[in-house]
């Protein structure tokens, strides 16, 4: 249980950092089609009997390369590509994991690939995760203000002289990296719950950086906490001594989140109307 | 492979690809592929759920992909498109994972219904399924020139009264139909590489529209029809084919499409030179 919170702990807080980038550049599809991509990456380590976490990353390399490569420069062809890019990845993922299903003894593969393994992770993958944690921490805060500016507006960073191509490609690194480890806690399917949620509920809420970041972080690690919390005592619940999946937990916790994070907004609209009237008043005498 | 129950499966695919090639057109015109790849999860969701309190499956998949849509369409317009879409995706597949951890049967569900299964329908639903398609298609001809004014000419069409989000919201429910009925053959991950490959090349090919849709069908069949063929000979599955294809035709367009640039710039240069 405190494995579980460790690992999902620190992969929910990295995913909330670098998916404030990703929501900033627009980039949520990307995201989630790397996440897909990591699915062919580690149901076919899997398949080759390697530790899936190993292939996650390996595949969230690999298709970031690739999806920089084939980089269109119009949003819409960039969409295409990333989307035929997923559905390859996707089709490549059914392949290994029915390979999966049938060569070896593991059962419960494309569960455990798709929707999350938290509970079960081997203590031996925690280093690892751990390692690549921090580096992705580094890179991000290594190249932190050229991309700050090159998310905000791509021109003005150009224009400022940052290496935007650089920047760019560091911070799919880091991104593959990132969707590689939460890919462990959730599943891959659901590791762009962690990546867009809380970044994009923190943006909603302020519009300074650091508070944003902060935001992110706290929402992604509370989410993940409360749902590892939630899945350990839905054991008790009901007649069946069968717990509902974590992932189900995390990725609902993030979802009412997203939702309350446009409250405020609404509020302060509210509140600007009900002032209105009071300051004619005052204005009036 | 075109014995008794295969015929379910071929009837069906073909069903599959025309509504594909038809909505995908339209998927790719608009830039709509995110949204056409969070409906089906949609589906996937609601296949599961229906698994569970025993109702029909394709009652399921049609009502969530409704859902999706619906909520999809309605969220976005408060907050930023692509990150609700994503949301909206997770959302639905972390429900399908808790109504599959509800029912006994696990792993194999999840399998056929994101990867497809060949024996996804039986013959009694292929009346059901085809009645979607032709409400699909007859939906998309309803809305053809809506569709092609709003993708094409967004504000000509805003200033003749055709409003953008109520017609966006029209094709999103499209979509989750067209969804509804692909899901059990070809799966709810790769439903959309069918809406998204075949027309994307099309549009390399041709720049009339009507030509385009006709293509657009014309690779989708050949797609779902090798992706049956070959699932039926080596038992991989359905959606490894149709991505892996969707994929080639893909290539195959921008292939084509830059060589008849590259050849457009050699003969400019050429009449230029001499």
Redesign the interface.
């Known amino acids: 249980m405190q494995v579980a919170l460790l690992l999902g702990g620190l992969v929910a807080g990295i995913s909330s950092v670098v998916g404030v980038f990703t929501?900033l550049r627009?980039q949520?599809?990307g995201?989630?089609a790397l996440t897909?991509v990591s699915t062919a990456g580690g149901s076919g380590a899997l398949l080759i009997g390697m530790a899936p976490v190993a292939g996650f990353v390996v595949g969230g390399v690999v298709g970031a390369g690739v999806m920089e490569a084939i980089g269109v420069q119009r949003?819409?062809g960039r969409?295409?590509a990333?989307?035929?890019?997923?559905?390859?990845?996707?089709?490549?993922a059914?392949?290994f994991?029915?390979l999966d299903?049938t060569t070896s003894a593991t059962?419960?593969a494309?569960?455990q690939i798709?929707?999350g393994s938290i509970f079960v992770v081997a203590s031996s993958t925690v280093p690892y995760v751990i390692v690549f944690g921090v580096v992705t921490l580094a890179l991000i805060c290594l190249v932190y203000r050229p991309l700050l500016l090159s998310s905000l507006s791509n021109d003005i960073a150009r224009a400022r002289g940052v290496p935007v191509r650089v920047v760019g490609a560091l911070y799919m690194l880091a991104l593959a990296l990132s969707v590689g480890l939460s890919s462990l806690v959730t599943g891959t399917?659901?590791s762009?719950?962690l990546l867009?949620?809380p970044p994009?509920a923190a943006l909603?809420v302020t519009r300074r950086m650091n508070r944003a970041i902060a935001v992110a972080v706290l929402v992604g690690v509370g989410a993940t906490w409360l749902g590892v919390l939630l899945a350990y005592d839905s054991y008790y619940w009901g007649a069946s001594q069968?717990g509902?999946?974590v992932?189900?937990f995390?990725?609902?916790v993030?979802?009412v989140a997203?939702l309350a994070s446009?409250l405020p907004a609404r509020w302060a609209g509210r509140k600007a109307e009900r002032a209105t009237p009071a300051q004619a008043e005052n204005a009036a005498r | 492979m075109f014995s008794g129950f295969m015929m379910n499966a071929w009837t069906t695919a073909s069903i599959v690809a025309v509504v594909g090639g038809v909505v995908g057109f339209f998927v790719v015109l608009r830039g709509s592929a995110f949204s056409a790849h969070a409906i089906p999860n949609g589906a996937f969701a609601g296949a599961a759920g229906a698994n569970l309190i025993g109702v029909n499956p394709l009652v399921g998949l049609a009502v969530f992909s409704l859902l999706a849509a619906l909520g999809i369409g309605s969220l976005g317009r408060r907050g930023r498109h692509d990150v609700v879409t994503a949301l909206a995706l997770v959302m639905m597949l972390a429900l399908g994972a808790l109504f599959l951890s509800r029912s006994s049967e696990y792993e194999p569900e999840i399998f056929s219904l994101l990867f497809g299964e060949i024996l996804g329908v039986s013959s009694t639903e292929i009346l059901p399924v085809a009645a979607l398609g032709v409400g699909c298609i007859g939906a998309v001809l309803l809305l053809y020139r809506r569709l092609m004014f709003s993708s094409v000419l967004p504000e000509v069409a805003e200033a003749r009264g055709i409003r953008a989000h109520v017609t966006e919201m029209c094709f999103l429910v499209v979509i989750a139909m067209a969804t509804a009925m692909t899901v059990p053959v070809v799966g709810a991950l790769l439903i959309f590489s069918l809406m998204i490959g075949p027309p994307a090349a099309a549009r390399s090919f041709t720049d009339r529209s009507h030509v385009a849709i006709l293509l657009s069908v014309a690779l989708a069949l050949v797609t779902v029809w090798v992706a049956i063929a070959g699932s039926y000979l080596t038992n991989w599955p359905v959606g490894f084919f149709v991505g892996s294809l969707s994929a080639c035709c893909y290539g195959v367009g921008r292939g084509w499409a830059v060589w008849r640039s590259a050849r457009a710039v050699r003969r400019s240069v050429a009449s230029a030179l001499g």
């Open positions: 929501v627009g949520s599809f995201g989630h897909d949003p819409r969409d295409l990333t989307g035929i890019v997923l559905g390859a990845a996707t089709g490549l059914a392949l994991l029915y299903s059962t419960g494309s569960q798709l929707f399917i659901l762009t719950a867009i949620g994009a909603r069968n509902w999946p992932s189900f995390i990725v609902a993030v979802f997203y446009g």
